[in-house]
């Protein structure tokens, strides 16, 4: 059973780079065939899609966050990783990684239970 | 705001029928881009429920299914369980803004 975990700082001041990692277990984030992201919740609000990437190292991106984002993974050590840069207020939200089949008939499939953030001084 | 709409809440009594719509636009479900379904019950991570507009994923049970039409998608729960109780996204692709979308959630209330 694939198993997904986030982990972070629970704050980060704004201004600066929040930097996340998701671990993955019983899997392997270099099979052929997925893509990984990261999405997001702000606080009694809905999803926002993040960015995504596959084995290949291929990004996307969504436009309105792309200029601030960095995702990568680390198939060493089965992990992919998130930067954001200049965060805000607005940055704060529940942030999740998941998996999605390749196809455009596949969801996110697998979710972690998502790593809290709070921007604040 | 969200290039999918969604209605904020629906509610039924136990063992009836509601439905969810979620509204597009030619940059999205209406070009043929697929309508995704997740369950988020309180404070845990959303759960993909129907994926491919119409394909229940593993362990859904067969009360939930789903559907698209033109720029359109809806999620039916017949029979309505108290355990039915959370909200529920819609997702799709947008083309325009080259990317995953989500709706804004609807929250379903057993009575």
């Known amino acids: 059973q694939l198993h997904l975990r986030e982990s972070g700082p629970e704050v980060v001041k704004p201004s600066e780079t929040l930097s996340l990692t998701c671990s993955v277990s019983?899997?392997?984030?270099?099979?052929?065939?997925?893509?990984w992201g990261w999405i997001r919740q702000p606080p009694g609000r809905g999803l926002e899609w993040i960015a995504s990437?596959?084995?290949?190292?291929?990004?996307y991106y969504n436009p309105s966050l792309e200029s601030r984002v960095t995702i990568s993974l680390d198939k060493s050590n089965n992990y992919l990783s998130l930067r954001m840069s200049s965060v805000t207020a607005t940055d704060t939200a529940v942030y999740y990684c998941?998996?999605?089949?390749?196809?455009?008939?596949?969801?996110?499939?697998?979710w972690g239970r998502g790593t809290p953030v709070n921007v604040s001084s | 705001q969200s290039v999918l709409t969604q209605p904020p809440s629906v509610s039924g009594a136990p063992g009836q029928r509601v439905t969810i719509s979620c509204t597009g636009s030619?940059?999205?479900?209406?070009?043929?881009?697929?309508v995704h379904w997740y369950q988020q019950l309180p404070g845990t991570a959303p759960k993909l429920l129907i994926y491919?507009?119409?394909n229940r994923a593993s362990g859904v049970p067969d009360r939930f299914s789903g559907s698209k039409s033109g720029t359109s998608a809806s999620l039916a729960i017949t029979g309505l369980q108290p355990e039915d109780e959370a909200d529920y996204y819609c997702?799709?692709?947008?083309?325009?803004?080259?990317?995953?979308?989500f709706g804004p959630g609807t929250k379903v209330t057993v009575l």
């Open positions: 997702q799709s692709y947008d083309r325009s803004l080259s990317g995953y979308v």
């Open positions: 998941a998996r999605r089949p390749h196809g455009s008939s596949s969801g996110f499939d697998y």
């Open positions: 990437v596959d084995r290949t190292g291929s990004t």
């Open positions: 030619s940059s999205n479900i209406g070009a043929d881009y697929d």
């Open positions: 019983g899997g392997y984030i270099s099979s052929p065939g997925y893509y």
């Open positions: 491919g507009n119409t």
